[in-house]
Nanobody, 116 residues
Framework: QVQLVESGGGLVQAGGSLRLSCAASGSAFSIYDMGWYRQAPGKQREFVASIGSDGTTNYADSVKGRVTISRDNAKNTVSLQMNSLKPEDTADYYC??????????WGQGTRVTVSS
């Protein structure tokens, strides 16, 4: 079982950048598909980006071209580099770990606030 802890959130002006990190502990990080999701006030949690155990990446249309997901299996971390931030990016950001036939594991979240 893997445990996830996010960090790197904060307050940033529109157009600025943040790098979120997710540190994993426990078993078999390298075989998990990893993702970032976000939840804005009053909205459902939505997909942001994912990176598979094979390194394949996927992005939501709303963030394509502005964010990059990466993983470092040696350090058991996954990161989300976010550039050109918009007020609409304001949300709590959650790291996830998933593998077939297993319950998705979530971190506690880190808050991103983008001011206009």
């Amino acid at each position: 079982q893997v445990q996830l802890v996010e960090s790197g959130g904060g307050l940033v002006q529109a157009g600025g950048s943040l790098r979120l990190s997710c540190a994993a502990s426990g078993s078999a990080f390298s075989i998990y598909d990893m993702g970032w999701y976000r939840q804005a006030p009053g909205k459902q949690r939505e997909f942001v980006a994912s990176i598979g155990s094979d390194g394949t990446t996927n992005y939501a249309d709303s963030v394509k071209g502005r964010v990059t997901i990466s993983r470092d299996n040696a350090k058991n971390t996954v990161s989300l580099q976010m550039n050109s931030l918009k007020p609409e990016d304001t949300a709590d950001y959650y790291c996830s770990a998933n593998r077939p036939f297993r319950r998705t594991v979530w971190g506690q979240g880190t808050r991103v606030t983008v001011s206009s």
